[in-house]
């Protein structure tokens, strides 16, 4: 099993819709969460971080965290096409080592 | 505020040679990471340093290695540069409060 797990996709949504897109992670005890854009070419953006379980809100993105479940999500409303681009789930692991696990990425295609 | 810089922003070099990669974190941060993003892969942990120390390395060669300076900027060296090296090199910083990294730009190197 992957330490963090992400559909490569691409996941295609129509312009306007809400894109899903979803991590899962293996050790437990895992404290802390981070998603990043990355565009072509161009290297990581941090869209948000995440901690608790539950959610949390920053403009048009959602991160949803379950501990239990060890599953984070993005939830992007309003999808445009310039949000079309690969999604970068990263896992700080427990332990307090502060180095990220990353999955491999989802790409996002966002169509008009 | 100044983000993460890198340079030089490109490189070709061909098989055998050696590369130095630079990398200034944002104002503040004390750790620097260095990732390697090969094509179609995700990012593989190559080393961080904090205060001028190596905290931790990736399952990389000795032929990879590096330093951080007392204003906290850093490089990566590669020797006996093979093929399978061309990827982009991206570096990472990190506030010594906070687990988030912002990366730079990249440098991307090619080895022929």
């Known amino acids: 099993q992957k330490e963090v797990e992400q559909n490569s996709g691409p996941l295609s949504v129509p312009e306007g819709a809400i894109a899903s897109l979803n991590c899962t992670y293996s050790?437990?005890?895992?404290?802390?969460f981070f998603w990043y854009r990355q565009y072509s070419g161009k290297s990581p953006e941090l869209i948000m971080s995440i901690y608790s379980n539950g959610d949390k809100e920053d403009g048009r993105f959602t991160a949803q965290l379950n501990k239990a479940s060890q599953y984070v999500s993005l939830l992007i409303r309003d999808s445009q096409p310039s949000d079309s681009a690969t999604y970068l789930c990263?896992?700080?692991?427990?332990?307090?080592?502060?180095?990220?696990?990353f999955g491999r990425g989802t790409s996002l295609i966002v169509h008009p | 505020e100044a983000g993460v810089t890198q340079s030089p922003t490109h490189l070709i070099k061909t098989r055998g040679q050696q590369v130095t990669l630079r990398c200034s974190p944002i104002s503040g941060h004390t750790s620097v990471y260095w990732y390697q993003q090969a094509l179609g892969l995700g990012l593989q942990f190559l080393l961080w340093?904090?205060?001028?120390?190596?905290?931790n390395r990736g399952n990389f060669p000795p032929r990879f290695s590096g330093r951080q300076f007392p204003n906290y900027s850093s490089e990566l060296n590669v020797n006996a540069l093979e093929l399978e090296d061309s990827a982009l090199y991206l570096c990472?910083?990190?506030?010594?409060?906070?687990?988030?990294?912002?990366f730079g730009p990249g440098t991307r190197l090619l080895v022929l």
């Open positions: 050790d437990r005890g895992s404290q802390s």
């Open positions: 340093y904090d205060e001028g120390e190596e905290r």
């Open positions: 990472a910083s990190r506030d010594r409060s906070a687990e988030t990294q912002y």
């Open positions: 990263a896992v700080n692991k427990s332990g307090g080592s502060y180095i990220p696990t």
